[in-house]
């Protein structure tokens, strides 16, 4: 399974941005899917998971801001996130795995990631 995101840049507090993520495989209707974030200097941290029925389940410092979502059909993973902050500010990551699962050793395959950038 090949990813890519797209969907970030800069943007003021406050301000939103949708994040997509392609699959490039047939099967990826088959896995649960996470996005993830790396600020500089930070570790990688998980942001929101989404099972393969729809499920969901977030950071606590993104609930009621974020929404993950999945399309099928399409084989496209989103992010919508809104009330952007600047501690938002991190490089980008979705992931495929077998597993429902905050770890991230769990997950085999990631995109390159994209920026997001929030200014205050």
């Known amino acids: 399974v090949q990813l890519v995101e797209s969907g970030g840049g800069s943007v003021q507090s406050g301000g939103s941005l949708r994040l997509s993520c392609a699959a490039s495989a047939y099967t990826y209707s088959r896995y649960s899917m ?3 974030r790396q600020a500089p200097g930070k570790e990688r941290e998980g942001v929101a998971l989404i099972k393969r029925d ?4 977030y950071a606590d410092s ?3 801001r974020f929404t993950i979502s999945r ?4 084989n496209t993973l989103y992010l919508q996130m809104n009330s952007l ?5 991190a490089m980008y990551y979705c992931a495929a795995s077998n597993y429902y699962t905050w770890k991230q050793s769990r997950y085999d395959y990631w995109g390159q990631g994209t920026q997001v950038t929030v200014s205050s």
């Open 34 to 36: 996470g996005w993830f």
């Open 54 to 57: 729809g499920g969901t389940s």
């Open 62 to 64: 993104v609930k009621g």
């Open 71 to 74: 399309d099928n059909a399409k």
């Open 85 to 89: 902050k600047p501690e938002d500010t």
